[in-house]
């Protein structure tokens, strides 16, 4: 009688360790017991659609479709897609503030809140940094809700397509829970 009990307890066991398995098998860990996420998203944007321009700022010496005036206030609500092309799956969307920081008007300081609805994570990421029009770069992440509660790293985003009105920026995620916040957060 004591060896097919010994099989079930065997057999439950395996189980309950293949769920606990599956339900963290879209992240990784680093070397420092930090869960990481990693994967990247599109930015869809129109101009006078989803980004609009508030108040525009003084118009520096070499103004181009690429720069915006010195002082320049935009804000935005665009789709973000898991392709560049805009007809895909929606995933989340981008709402933020930038305004024009640099005399040349390649510069802007940007808060944005990412609204994410993906397959195992649902929650909000805010950014707030300094960008530059063209030129690849780091925007730290501050903070979360959600799944995505006290989450730490930074998004690059990086200009894809400029055909005026549409413009389409490739937003790659790298995402870090610190070890108390993994253990406790997503230990389920």
Known sequence: MAQP????????FLLALSFKATSTS????DGHGRKSLHFTLYQQETINKTLYLIVKGVTGPDASPTTSPFGSLF???????VSPNSSS????????VSITSSLDGLINVVTEKITLE???Y???????GTAHNIEVFDLPVVGGTGDFMFVQGYIKPSLLTFDSP?????LEFHLYWPPYVAEYHFSY
């Open 89 to 96: 799956k929606v995933v989340g969307v981008a709402e933020g």
């Open 26 to 29: 879209t992240a990784t860990h």
């Open 5 to 12: 009990l010994r099989h079930y307890g065997v057999a439950i």
């Open 166 to 170: 549409d413009i389409v920026y490739r």
């Open 75 to 81: 804000v935005n609500q665009d789709l973000l897609t």
């Open 122 to 128: 649902k929650g909000s990421i805010s950014m707030l």
């Open 118 to 120: 993906l397959k195992h």
